[in-house]
């Protein structure tokens, strides 16, 4: 699961968006996140990597894809799969990320989202521990927390 949300940190250094979510009516279910993503900020540890190293990476190796419950990190042409569990319900939304490591090991992310017109936002931790889960969309100097912004790509 590292792998999932982590490796694009490592990489770089490392349902539908059309419209603004309704802030009453937030998503219910993982459908409204389905889509391509290409990775366009990256926060780790306090540390924004400035978008030209972004941009390097081919954006092949940048691309995030959601569906309904799971999500998949390319890199170096091979899929990283992770089970995904959203709550719209909370404010502000949350996320579950779980996976087993090349070891075996599970590994777990909680974090937040939030969508605003096509672009999605997650902040998230390695953590198997409620009370880890970031509060904010903001990762600080020293902290385990890392940001991604992801802009959703149109279909072709």
């Known amino acids: 699961m590292r792998t999932a949300f982590g490796m694009l940190a490592v990489l770089l250094a490392a349902g539908t968006l059309a419209g603004q979510e309704n802030k009453k009516d937030p998503p219910k279910t993982p459908d409204k996140l389905d889509g391509t993503y290409l990775i366009v900020g990256i926060t780790i540890a306090g540390e924004t990597v400035p978008p030209a190293d972004i941009e390097k990476a081919p954006a092949a190796d940048r691309t995030v894809t959601i569906k309904g419950d799971q999500i998949v990190a390319k890199m170096g042409g091979k ?78």
């Open 79 to 156: 899929d990283d799969t992770a089970a995904l569990k959203l709550d719209a319900s909370k404010t502000p939304a949350e996320f579950s990320m779980a996976s087993k490591s090349a070891d075996g090991k599970n590994e777990t992310i909680l974090g937040i989202y939030k969508v605003d017109g096509d672009t999605l936002t997650l902040c998230g931790v390695e953590t198997d521990k409620p009370a880890d889960r970031p509060k904010e969309f903001k990762s600080e100097k020293g902290s385990k927390a890392m940001v991604l912004v992801l802009k959703r790509q149109k279909d072709k």
